[in-house]
């Protein structure tokens, strides 16, 4: 057999006046009047047949049977609010967890996430860098940015930008140096991205050059490796897309105008058995809309 509840509005008055032990206090807690407030106590009073407070003359006092309704209700009001709290949108932040290189992060994505936080600052993104894949199952990872040909099975691609090869140096190694072709990189360090190992064997190949692919210094990512390009430690080989800004202010120097595609590229990806958070759609809609306006 379901028992009805006492009317709820005055359940929720008394509460406020019973925890307060003040008919006033509980008036401007709720925003009304106290005249409502002793209103809707003695509508619950006659409802349950029971005295709840004694009137004194300088404030009230719960009665035994108050009491015990007081006590009752109190973990049930708790309740209540904290299940409110779980399924409300007022004031929540939705959180959006991406993995991405470092020097994806450095180069392309954190100069442009301003924009996207302009006009979605619900959204909290969270960017993480590693160099190994996620493992979506065990990680809580809403996405993940990868290199490669978007050819993974498992997982919906969304190509970001092509990844096209060019070397840079620093303005004062360029002057010193004096290179005018390919084959005298010969003569100069070559720095490497360990994270990117065949990017100076492609594109040596691609320009005719009869050189040491090996040779020069090993950096853990490629934002070392232009960082010491940068103090003309040598000449780098960079994803030209990282670059564009500091080749258009002139703090690095592409010596050569030969450039390389590997046919790669850098995807957004997700799982193709998950379904797309809405932060991650939003975030995808950006993308592509940013993308759009930048070809």
């Known amino acids: 057999m379901k028992y009805p509840l006492p009317p709820l509005n005055p359940l929720r008055t ?69 299940a409110a709290r779980k399924v409300s949108r ?39 860098s590693s160099l190994s894949p996620v493992d979506f199952d065990t990680q809580n990872i809403d996405a993940s940015i990868r290199s490669g040909r978007g050819d993974w099975p498992d997982l919906h691609a969304e190509k970001l930008v092509d990844i096209e090869l060019i070397p840079i140096c620093s303005p004062a190694l360029m002057e010193s140096a004096k ?43 490629s934002a070392l490796a232009y960082e010491a390009a940068s103090m003309n430690i040598g000449v780098a080989i960079a994803v030209k897309v990282f670059i564009e800004r500091q080749l258009q202010n002139g703090s690095f120097i592409a010596p050569f105008e030969t450039t390389c595609k590997t046919g790669e590229g850098y995807y957004l990806t997700w799982p193709r058995n998950m379904k797309p958070s809405e932060p991650l759609l939003k975030f995808l809609s950006w993308m592509r809309e940013l993308l759009a306006n930048t070809q």
């Open 179 to 221: 290179l005018t072709s390919p084959q005298d990189l010969s003569r100069i360090r070559l720095l490497h991205s360990m994270a990117r190992p065949n990017d100076w064997a492609s594109w040596l190949s691609s320009a005719g050059a009869n050189i040491d692919a090996d040779a020069g210094i090993r950096f853990d990512n």
């Open 14 to 82: 008394f509460e406020a006046a019973a925890r307060l032990c003040s008919l006033t206090s509980a008036a401007e807690e709720l925003n009304v009047s106290q005249v409502a407030v002793s209103r809707q106590v003695r509508v619950l009073e006659d409802y349950l047949g029971v005295a709840l407070f004694r009137r004194l003359h300088r404030g009230i006092e719960l009665t035994r049977e108050g009491k015990e309704l007081y006590e009752g209700i109190t973990q049930a009001f708790q309740d209540i609010g904290s």
């Open 90 to 128: 007022r004031g929540r932040r939705d959180i959006l967890s991406i993995q991405s290189y470092t020097t994806f992060s450095q180069r392309w994505l954190i100069p442009r996430l301003a924009n996207f936080h302009d006009t979605n600052e619900s959204i909290e993104v969270r960017l993480s």
